[in-house]
């Protein structure tokens, strides 16, 4: 049988806009509520779909166990193995969100300590809900964790990433770039090297190669690290010279809740979505063949451009920065 893939997450709720972008590429579009169980099921079986690539949230556990269940269904129908993708995030991995603070690699037993972790924040609640609820229906489950994702994808919808852009436009508003009073050692990955990533995994799926999947199944996507004080430091005198700060000096926020009210976000989330990543070693990409082509001074040369995509873009909008607020409710 051949392979049917669906990306959740890709664009949005999906309007016609959206849908007819989409479509000038080849790509079927489905109108799917995700919090619908019955219909992702009769739409997985219905397009045969046996692969999920899915990002529209690593928060929501209902949204990737819907698809699981429809992937295990189709795994019976079909007889033929299912592969379900899920995107996580490296703040799942970080102390102040109840991590310990010791190297973690994605070869080590992250399984066990995120299940032991599982109530204290939601992304691991989530990526354990993923790999357990995956084995019960018989599908092979991944767990992808992007770090910082930066750059402007190439795709047909929205283009600009979610994280610097909400920084940058903090800076903008308040005509000064400020940073967290601990210079932390981060990385970040280029969007074209995190598809990539995805490319790789696909690639050995439809290769039937061996894959390590399940509880082995975590891939930290890290292609370089970033120390934040370099990038906002930079980040001032390329703001600077734009005009749009007025100093290329850089203040430190007066404390979390100043950082979380000028980028709009819950303050709980402030420091890790910032701050996570220290201590966190990929392997598991590098054992599959992947190779960022993006590295730290790539990123720090193209700041410019992250902020003409902001310009260009307008306002980020980000269903991530929402899903946040929903989460920080309860
Ligand atoms: N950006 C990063 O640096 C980063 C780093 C690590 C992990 N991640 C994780 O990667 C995933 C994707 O992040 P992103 O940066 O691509 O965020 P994003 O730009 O907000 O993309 C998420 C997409 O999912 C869509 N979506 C959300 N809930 C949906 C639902 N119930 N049904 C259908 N579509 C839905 C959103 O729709 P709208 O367009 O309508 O909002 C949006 O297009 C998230 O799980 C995030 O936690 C991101």
């Known amino acids: 049988m051949g392979s049917n893939i669906l990306i959740t997450g890709a664009a949005g709720y999906i309007s016609k806009e959206q849908a007819k972008a989409l479509s000038t590429l080849g790509i079927n579009v489905l109108q799917l509520d995700l919090t619908d169980e019955k219909a992702v099921v009769q739409s997985l079986l219905r397009y045969n779909i046996n692969i999920v690539i899915h990002c529209a949230s690593s928060i929501n556990a209902d949204l990737a166990l819907n698809l699981i269940t ?60 993923v790999i357990e609820h995956a084995k019960a229906k018989g599908v092979t489950s991944f767990i992808v964790i992007p770090s910082t994702v930066y750059g402007k994808g190439s795709g047909e919808w929205n283009k600009l990433s979610v994280v610097l852009p909400v920084y940058i436009q903090a800076c903008i508003s308040q005509r000064a770039v400020s940073k967290f009073p601990e210079n932390t050692k981060v990385s970040g990955v280029h969007i074209s090297d995190l598809t990539a990533l995805y490319g790789r995994i696909i690639q050995k799926i439809l290769q039937k190669e061996p894959l390590p999947s399940g509880t082995e199944g975590y891939y ?62 990929r392997k598991k990409p590098d054992m599959i063949g992947w190779e960022p082509a993006w590295d730290k001074d790539d990123f720090l040369g193209s700041i410019d451009d992250e902020i003409q995509a902001v310009l260009e873009l307008s306002k980020a909008k980000s269903s991530l920065i929402d899903s946040l607020f929903e989460s920080a409710k309860g």
């Open 220 to 281: 930290f996507a890290l292609a370089h690290n970033l120390i934040w004080w370099e990038v906002l430091d930079q980040l001032a005198a390329t703001l600077k010279a734009r005009g749009l700060v007025t100093t290329s000096d850089t203040s430190i926020w007066s404390d979390d809740e100043a950082a979380a009210e000028a980028m709009g976000i819950p303050i709980q989330f402030v420091q890790p979505l910032w701050n996570s990543g220290e201590n966190i070693v």
């Open 70 to 129: 429809a992937l295990g269904k189709q795994r019976e129908a079909s007889r033929e193995q299912t592969f379900f993708i899920h995107t996580s995030g490296l703040s799942a991995f970080y102390e102040k969100t109840g991590w310990p603070q010791r190297e973690t690699k994605d070869t080590g037993p992250v399984f066990d300590l995120e299940k032991q972790l599982a109530d204290s924040f939601p992304i691991r609640k989530t990526d354990v809900a």
